[in-house]
């Protein structure tokens, strides 16, 4: 069963940084791609960056490249999510996910099937 959870979220100030991260277990996690998803009030949950199963491709949405970065640690079973420069606008629910197929395209946001319960994340003076 896989299982993932997530942490680091807290309440920052504009500008600030935070780094999120994921800890994963109950497969091979170094097989597969993980993606951060966020979810913020009446909002649906969107993609925000991926990255495939050896870390060397990554995707960024629009609205966080160039201030997030994922990484991860497949010797760790942990996947990372630094962000700076945080703006309200990034005040959310931030989800860690991964697909089910080890040969799923990772920017795929419709192939990511299993999460964690999220951590929140709010940007506020």
């Known amino acids: 069963q896989v299982q993932l959870v997530e942490s680091g979220g807290g309440l920052v100030q504009p500008g600030d940084s935070l780094k999120l991260s994921c800890a994963a277990s109950?497969?091979?996690?170094?097989?597969?791609?993980m993606g951060w998803f966020r979810q913020a009030p009446g909002k649906k949950r969107d993609l925000i960056a991926a990255?495939?199963?050896?870390?060397?491709?990554?995707y960024y949405a629009d609205s966080v490249k160039g201030r997030f970065t994922i990484s991860r640690d497949n010797a760790r079973n942990s996947v990372y999510l630094q962000m700076n420069n945080l703006k309200p606008d990034d005040t959310a629910a931030y989800y860690c996910?991964?697909?089910?197929?080890?040969?799923?395209?990772?920017?795929?946001?419709?192939?990511?099937?299993?999460w964690g319960r999220g951590t929140q994340v709010t940007v506020s003076s």
């Open positions: 109950g497969r091979t996690f170094s097989d597969y791609a």
């Open positions: 996910a991964t697909p089910q197929f080890k040969d799923s395209d990772y920017k795929a946001g419709g192939a990511y099937e299993y």
């Open positions: 990255i495939n199963w050896s870390g060397e491709r990554k």
